[in-house]
């Protein structure tokens, strides 16, 4: 069975750290781009970050930037988001997306949807409160 499994999430105060995991099962990440996707209560989708499969490139939305940092380890399989000084406005379901287009990090972070991805996770919820 191909698919892609998150884990990580919780409940963290403000100002603190998780690290999130996609880990990859039936099928190598080693030449998919992967990013991680978010949807909060009410709102849309949103790209938060994103990694070429050569690791060379990456994004982050403005939102996460210099607070998130994305990385991946082709011999585990896995691709890893690790969040700092998280914010109350952090909070949403947290999803991986893996794609073998080619497509730019920017693209496939801010046209997901209008692109497809090969594979979906099933998320993982991230809250941020005191």
């Known amino acids: 069975q191909l698919q892609l499994v998150e884990s990580g999430g919780g409940l963290v105060q403000p100002g603190g750290s998780l690290r999130l995991s996609c880990a990859a099962s039936?099928?190598?990440?080693?030449?998919?781009?992967i990013g991680w996707f978010r949807q909060a209560p009410g709102k849309e989708r949103e790209g938060v970050s994103c990694?070429?499969?050569?690791?060379?490139?990456?994004y982050y939305a403005d939102s996460v930037k210099g607070r998130f940092t994305i990385s991946r380890d082709n011999a585990k399989n896995t691709v890893y988001l690790q969040m700092n000084s998280l914010k109350p406005e952090d909070t949403a379901v947290y999803y991986c997306?893996?794609?073998?287009?080619?497509?730019?990090?920017?693209?496939?972070?801010?046209?997901?949807?209008?692109?497809?991805?090969?594979?979906w996770g099933q998320g993982t919820l991230v809250t941020v409160s005191s």
């Open positions: 990694i070429s499969s050569s690791d060379s490139n990456t």
């Open positions: 997306a893996a794609d073998l287009k080619r497509l730019t990090v920017q693209a496939m972070c801010i046209r997901s949807s209008y692109y497809g991805m090969d594979y």
């Open positions: 039936g099928f190598t990440l080693d030449y998919y781009a």
